[in-house]
């Protein structure tokens, strides 16, 4: 369904907002403001998402690839799988892989929830969402889709995907958050970066050899589920609750 212009104006408007925020100093009254804002979305998703009741599983991945791409069905077995196995799947919640694993957890019975972006272009909440939350920030957005998640999977995807994904294993990597499983799914598309990882980061320096390991890559749906069901054991034998990541207004 195509957006009205009234919805249009309204995603234009917030931008225009965010834009003037992050242009700098300016009168601190209007940075009161900003802050109420970011305080009743970040209250909103806590409410909405609070009730959910079993392990959630947050799935990044593209707008752009849709029905039809290799990759929009791995989402969709995906998100079947990890619904059968008892599991919530979480996604962005708009079209391309997120629709995909939105889609094969509600076709599964499962649980499918959606926290959508309000954005000019691409970002459409899809039709299947059992529970969908819509937010005005990308960072508030992101905190929702790591906190309320036990495990995580990543599927090609472009600046937002990896956006997603670098800060949570971040968040990981400095203890932020509990070393929860973070899968990439399509090894040859991910390939390029895992050897950059490896053959430049790692050589330089800039991370560690062990830092390597906090991604587990995997074509197969059904390893990927049983590594994410082993975690979930494991976290709920430990009766530990996880961590809140902090937020991050990039």
């Not at 619904?83 to 499962?110: C, D, W």
């Not at 957005?141 to 956006?163: E, I, Q, W």
């Not at 990597?173 to 070393?179: A, N």
Request: charged fraction near 25%.
């Amino acid at each position: 369904m195509m957006p009205s212009k009234r919805d249009l104006s309204l995603v234009q408007d917030a931008a225009e907002v965010e834009k003037r925020f992050l242009t700098g100093p300016r009168d601190r009254s209007k940075d009161l403001e900003s802050a109420i804002r970011y305080f009743l979305e970040f209250l909103q998703g806590f409410e909405t998402l609070g009730e959910i009741d079993r392990p959630c599983v947050t799935v990044f991945g593209s707008a752009r690839l849709g029905e039809g791409t290799p990759y929009y069905d791995m989402a969709r077995a995906l998100g079947r799988q990890l619904a059968e196995a008892g599991l919530g799947v979480m996604t962005g919640g708009g079209p391309g892989i997120m629709e995909a694993a939105n889609r094969g957890a509600k076709e599964a019975g499962g649980l499918s929830i959606g926290c959508n972006i309000k954005l000019p272009f691409e970002q459409q909440p899809n039709p299947y969402l059992d529970l969908f939350i819509e937010f005005d920030h990308f960072f508030v957005r992101k905190v929702m889709l790591v906190k309320y998640s036990s495990a995580f999977v990543v599927l090609p995807g472009g600046f937002g995907t990896l956006d997603e994904a670098f800060e949570t294993v971040t968040l990981m990597q400095t203890d932020k958050i509990e070393d929860f499983p973070l899968i990439s799914m399509g090894k040859s598309f991910w390939r390029p970066m895992a050897d950059f990882m490896r053959e430049t980061l790692v050589t330089q320096g800039t991370i560690g050899q062990k830092d390597i390991h906090l991604w587990s890559p995997t074509d197969s749906v059904e390893k990927a589920v049983n590594i994410i069901l082993e975690a979930v054991e494991r976290q709920r034998a430990a009766g530990q609750p996880k961590a809140d990541p902090e937020p991050d207004s990039r």
